[in-house]
């Protein structure tokens, strides 16, 4: 390609040349340490935000059972999610934190591998799986709860390196 030659078009990874769905080939990629950090909120009632915290909700320990949740859909991403590899997580946290400005739940998820492909997709399963076992632990007192700002916060690891959000701190 010459200094005049136009960039070539981006496109997306999970296709074709004939534009047909694919699970991308990673055999060629080097095995690196890769990392992702996910976030979400769980925006409810004030009095909602107290009964998870005072432990008075009929299903449970709300936070509990939403990080247990989110642990697990981690593991279990490539089952969910169509054309995403099974990988051999060697890690995964989700913290839920409480944020009475809110008022709601903070979730955050990192996924921890050695591979040849990235742990976004897992982290951001864990956020979204774990949220939604807040929703459904809480929605007996809160239907009105508002699930947002599911987002990638930071990755690192893999030919691409490493990429934090705006206004987030860079990865580890």
């Not at 739940?105 to 742990?119: F, I, N």
Request: overall charge negative; proline content about 5%.
């Amino acid at each position: 390609m010459s200094a005049g030659d136009p960039a070539p078009e981006p496109r997306l990874s999970h296709l074709d040349e004939s534009g047909a769905a694919r699970m991308v080939d990673v055999s060629g990629k080097d095995v690196t340490v890769r990392e992702a950090t996910a976030g979400g909120r769980v925006r409810m009632a004030a009095e909602t935000l107290a009964l998870v915290l005072g432990g008075a909700m009929k299903k449970g320990d709300v936070i509990a059972t939403a990080r247990i949740a989110g642990i697990m859909a981690a593991k279990r991403t490539h089952e969910l999610i169509p054309l995403c590899h099974p990988l051999p997580l060697q890690s995964v946290t989700v913290d839920i934190a409480a944020d009475a400005t809110l008022p709601g739940l903070v979730v955050t998820a990192t996924a921890k591998v050695t591979g040849r492909t990235g742990v976004e997709m897992e982290a951001l399963t864990a956020v979204g799986v774990a949220c939604l076992t807040i929703y459904d632990m809480a929605k007996a007192v809160d239907r009105a709860m508002v699930i947002e700002d599911v987002r990638l916060i930071a990755k690192s690891g893999g030919r691409s390196g490493d990429w934090s959000a705006p206004g987030e701190a860079p990865s580890a």
